[in-house]
């Protein structure tokens, strides 16, 4: 059997110095012009030049052999007697006789190459990724596949993925990712995959191929400091990389060993490794005249590709890498994780944080949650989570919440109170329903307000006598964190020139939030210190606003405010000041006591918030409306109680989902506690 290094020594030994002798060798030098083309000046002459010329550099740079060459030349002219008298047909046609042959050389080599298990051209990891990114300009995490409005975190990192070439094509995955673990499969299984994506092949491909899992799906605006994927990556190191035998018995040459398994690589970016590694192209070694299979490799020191690095110099700022780790081939970013913490960020403003820490202490431990988050009933049937801990967290005091106590810790901020102070609840939990987090903190934000009592969360949670959810606003989504995500066999690796890079990137973010902050607290202090209004102004603007008060709880026959009509104008004669003119911050500071009203929208509202104004009056939770129950939601899935066919047509859809994911894919409670033990023991280490 011919070898390549047999087949460039031949081309070696009879390749020719000059591009005439090249030419004369081949037969296609003759005696009316030379290989350089001069004395030619029509256009078919030109067309041959160019044609040797090709046909010289094929062959002085060892792509094509002098055999090969004549060859192809004899077998042009043979076919084709008129070729002989052209000159500039020959040459044409043997060109296009040597890059046929050489384009059926290079796709027999291919075939040969392929002729294993697809995926064999590259090798790759099974990663875990850490990374953050700013939710503001996002639809959500999860990508929408197929949708033109996706706008999602997802859709740009797998953009970064395929810019790399970090994300490996299906075909060649196959045989590398084993598809019939029964761990995969379960994951697979209840793994829910999005409707739309079964519109888009490729991408489906790409992800199942890769074996890719999210730790948590934030929504529209949400961000995260600590969000958790994992999915199989191109390495650095050829898949026929072999280990370094050191030499024995005085040789002072280097073996090749075994092809290396996974477990031989480096955990990181920092480590090198020295291997035996294929040689690339047509560069020869110096013992070339004694070929062997050692002389086929060389020896290089490789070190693993920096994922974050690469990723980052793609990604937009908004989206950094932070760390990455190998991690074993059953790890699910999903279900290998024990816990998450998420972070509420808001200003203090009038609000009773040691109440709102008590409400957050009633929710500790397990608890059906149906009330405190959106439905999904045809994903999800059981409501009960676990909280493990919480905080509620200012400049001057933090609450640390468990099961059993609250408990108080002073910090070493020794600043006043100040309405300004930056506050967050924190809460942990293995698990969380659908917008969980954000109706806990609407909850939460009504009690500080004195509101509601922090007892109003034991009357959420039971379901027995509350099975239906009353009517509240969720609170907003841009003050919502992923903080972190833990694993108990997780040990991410860092760099530090990948860290440095992302704290220039999140400096530059903080100083462009910070200015816009101090410009607003300054034109804040100038407008309230500046700004004079009348008196008599100020307290016709009152009286609106308690006259339409009064209006509003007189009309849902509710108990009236404390301050009545005479009241309120006993306190405006009170607060009367000598002069007509008042500053406009001294102004707000009577609207403030005299109304109970604040120039900002409540904690947890947004502008997008519908309803709320000066005047809006609380109707106590238990009190308002009640929501569809989960039964009811069942039972409209399934259409049992409705004779209308138009109606069971429409949701025939909702019901199939819904038989596929609860009742087809429901698992015992041994099942689900096997698979979860098995999937908490996967990880992966840096070090």
């Excluded at 004395?39 to 010329?53: T, Y």
Aim: glycine share 6%; charged share 30%.
């Amino acid at each position: 059997m011919r070898t390549m290094s047999t087949g460039r020594e031949t081309k070696n030994k009879m390749a020719p110095s000059s591009p005439d002798e090249i030419l004369a060798q081949i037969g296609l030098h003759h005696s009316n012009g030379s290989s350089s083309g001069s004395g030619r000046d029509d256009d078919k002459g030109s067309h041959d030049d160019v044609a040797c010329q090709v046909i010289i550099h094929l062959i002085q740079s060892g792509k094509i052999s002098i055999d090969d060459a004549t060859n192809a030349v004899k077998a042009v002219r043979s076919k084709s007697s008129s070729s002989k008298g052209s000159m500039g047909a020959s040459t044409h046609e043997a060109k296009t006789s040597l890059n046929t042959k050489k384009a059926d050389k290079m796709q027999k080599n291919n075939e040969k190459s392929n002729s294993n298990t697809p995926g064999e051209k590259y090798r790759t990891r099974h990663v875990a990724l850490q990374f953050s990114y700013d939710g503001t300009d996002y639809s959500g995490f999860a990508q929408n596949v197929g949708k033109e409005c996706d706008n999602s975190v997802e859709k740009a990192l797998f953009a970064a993925l395929e810019k790399t070439r970090l994300l490996v094509s299906p075909d060649q995955m196959m045989g590398v990712i084993s598809s019939d673990s029964a761990v995969e499969k379960e994951n697979a299984d209840r793994d829910e995959l999005e409707e739309e994506e079964s519109k888009n092949n490729n991408q489906i491909s790409a992800r199942t191929a890769s074996k890719y899992s999210r730790c948590g799906r934030t929504d529209k605006g949400v961000h995260a400091n600590g969000q958790v994927v994992a999915l199989y990556l191109k390495s650095a190191f050829p898949l026929l990389a072999k280990n370094v035998i050191s030499p024995k018995d005085g040789n002072d040459a280097k073996e090749p060993g075994n092809i290396l398994e996974d477990d031989d690589l480096p955990k990181n970016s920092l480590d090198a490794l020295e291997c035996f590694v294929p040689r690339r192209g047509n560069k020869k070694s110096k013992q070339e005249t004694n070929p062997s299979l050692t002389e086929s490799l060389e020896i290089k020191s490789i070190t693993e590709y920096d994922y974050p690095r690469i990723l980052n110099n793609i990604l937009p700022s908004s989206i950094r890498i932070l760390g990455w780790c190998p991690v074993s081939s059953d790890f699910s970013a999903r279900f290998s994780c024990y816990q998450r913490t998420y972070r509420y960020f808001f200003p203090r403003r009038n609000l009773d944080l040691a109440a709102m820490a008590k409400g957050l202490q009633h929710m500790m431990g397990r608890h059906d949650f149906r009330n405190l988050c959106k439905m999904n009933c045809e994903q999800v049937y059981n409501f009960e989570r676990v909280l493990v801990g919480g905080k509620v967290v200012s400049p001057q005091i933090v609450y640390s919440v468990s099961e059993d106590a609250v408990a108080t810790q002073d910090t070493p901020q020794t600043a006043p109170l100040c309405d300004r102070d930056m506050c967050h609840v924190e809460i942990s939990g293995q698990a969380f329903l659908w917008h969980q987090i954000r109706c806990i903190m609407s909850i939460l934000f009504q009690v500080g307000r004195q509101l509601e009592s922090p007892n109003i969360v034991k009357e959420l949670l039971d379901i027995r006598t509350n099975p239906a959810k009353p009517s509240y606003d969720m609170a907003s989504e841009n003050a919502l964190v992923l903080q972190e995500c833990s694993f108990a066999n997780l040990t991410l690796g860092r760099s530090v020139k990948n860290l440095w890079d992302v704290t220039k990137v999140l400096e530059q973010r903080w100083e462009k939030h910070a200015l816009a902050t101090e410009r607003a607290r300054d034109l804040l202090a100038t407008v309230k210190s500046e700004a004079h209004v009348r008196w008599t102004d100020l307290t016709t603007f009152i009286e609106q606003i308690a006259k339409e008060r009064r209006r509003k709880e007189q009309k849902r026959d509710m108990k009236l405010n404390d301050n009545g009509e005479e009241d309120i104008q006993q306190l405006l004669l009170d607060l009367a000041p000598s002069v007509e003119m008042i500053s406009w911050g001294n102004a707000v500071s009577v609207i403030q006591k005299v109304l109970g009203v604040y120039p900002h929208l409540p904690n947890g509202y947004n502008e997008a918030t519908k309803g709320f104004t000066d005047s809006s009056v609380h109707t106590p939770l238990m009190e308002r409306a009640k929501g569809t129950t989960y039964e009811e939601k069942v039972q409209s899935i399934l259409g049992a109680d409705t004779n209308d066919s138009d109606a069971v047509r429409k949701s025939s859809k909702r019901r199939e989902r819904y038989e596929e994911n609860i009742i087809k894919k429901r698992k015992t409670a041994e099942e689900d506690k096997a698979f979860y033990d098995h999937m908490l023991k996967q990880g992966g280490s840096s070090v």
